[in-house]
């Protein structure tokens, strides 16, 4: 089965930092751009950041510009976002969600999610 | 980075037809055919209804259609379901970045 599957939210201080992982199976994880989505309590969906196939190529919503870093491991099939400087506007659910650039150019498989709590 | 315009909610009754209007600008929704909708119901994941404008996933009715004129995309739904109440968002590529609607509640009467 095609599939993502997040890990990593939690509480987390203002200033505070946090690293998620998104683990991909059923696919062939090295052939697809990969993404990170958010969506705060109540809210709607936000882009937070994307990476190219390759991972030479990394994009930043301008909320989490110079504060979040995406990453990718081809060998153990999973993506990474690394938060720093938390702060309580990214109080919220993080999908990863996968981009196929041959075919739909969508976010076409998406993760159930995984909580950001940033609260003292 | 500028975020998409859709209206707040749409409301519509067991098989009626409902559109759902999504704004952008020439450097997203007008500059590219990157245009996607998803549906979400509470506490799940988004899901992929409609990418490249029009096109339908396997999977999704096919009374589950999307269009676009200049930089206005929509999304139809035709004889409404109960199941069909949910959030919708659209999205479009723009060059660097994805940009998403603030979401439309479809509440089925």
């Known amino acids: 089965e095609v599939q993502v599957l997040e890990s990593g939210g939690g509480l987390v201080q203002p200033g505070g930092s946090l690293r998620l992982s998104c683990a991909a199976s059923g696919f062939t994880f090295s052939g697809y751009g990969m993404n990170w989505v958010r969506q705060a309590p109540g809210k709607g969906l936000e882009w937070v950041s994307g990476?190219?196939?390759?991972?030479?190529?990394?994009y930043y919503g301008d909320s989490v510009k110079g504060r979040f870093t995406i990453s990718r491991d081809k060998f153990k099939n999973t993506l990474y976002l690394q938060m720093n400087s938390l702060g309580a506007e990214d109080t919220a659910v993080y999908y990863c969600?996968?981009?196929?650039?041959?075919?739909?150019?969508?976010?076409?498989?998406w993760g159930q999610g995984t909580m950001v709590t940033v609260s003292s | 980075q500028s975020a998409l315009t859709q209206p707040r909610s749409v409301s519509g009754s067991p098989g009626q037809s409902v559109t759902i209007s999504c704004t952008g600008t020439s450097s997203d929704v007008g500059g590219y055919n990157y245009v996607s909708w998803y549906q979400q119901h509470p506490g799940k994941a988004p899901k992929l209804m409609i990418y490249?404008?029009?096109k339908r996933p396997s999977g999704v009715p096919d009374r589950v259609s999307g269009s676009k004129s200049g930089s206005t995309a929509s999304l139809t739904i035709s004889g409404l379901q109960p199941e069909d109440e949910a959030d919708y968002y659209c999205?479009?590529?723009?060059?660097?970045?994805?940009?998403f609607g603030g979401g439309t509640k479809l509440t089925v009467l």
């Open positions: 999205c479009s590529f723009a060059g660097s970045y994805w940009a």
């Open positions: 490249h404008v029009t």
């Open positions: 969600a996968r981009v196929n650039w041959n075919d739909k150019h969508a976010f076409d498989i």
């Open positions: 990476i190219s196939i390759s991972g030479d190529s990394t």
